[in-house]
């Protein structure tokens, strides 16, 4: 288990990283670009940790998701698994229409996933 000082230091780095390469949240427009976010594990959103505060003065956030990040996560648990995620990423788009996500937060095991309404 990773410590606090650790988790810090990830998401400190993590911001530094979307600053020197201009990297901001996902847009995602319809359940196509959801289905491509989650066939593709790995290009899923960019960890832009504190980076997250800068976005949230152009945008209006709609929330902030607790989040599995393992692959391991049930349903119960605190942390929205996979497929928790995914319908609920379907609920706001049908909702807002297109929106942006990132991760702000990550730890070993879940993450903190803000999203924002994008502009129409």
Same mark, same amino acid.
């Given at each position: 288990?990773?410590?606090? %000082? !650790? @988790? ?14 201009? +990297?901001?949240?996902? #847009? ?34 709609? %929330? !902030? @998701? ?14 929205? +698994?996979?497929?928790? #995620? ?35």
């Amino acid at each position: 288990m990773w410590g606090l %000082d !650790t @988790l810090r230091q990830i998401n400190l780095e993590a911001a530094r990283k979307a600053r020197a390469t201009r +990297t901001g949240p996902r #847009l995602i427009r319809s359940v196509q670009d959801i289905d491509d976010i989650f066939e593709h594990r790995g290009a899923g959103f960019p960890h832009i940790g504190n980076e997250c505060e800068k976005f949230d003065k152009k945008h209006a956030r709609i %929330d !902030t @998701l607790f989040v599995d990040i393992s692959g391991f996560g049930a349903p119960g648990e605190p942390a929205l +698994t996979i497929n928790q #995620l995914r319908r609920q990423l379907i609920e706001f788009v049908g909702e807002h229409g297109g929106i942006y996500a990132a991760l702000e937060e990550q730890g070993q095991f879940q993450g903190h996933l803000a999203v924002w309404k994008a502009e129409d």
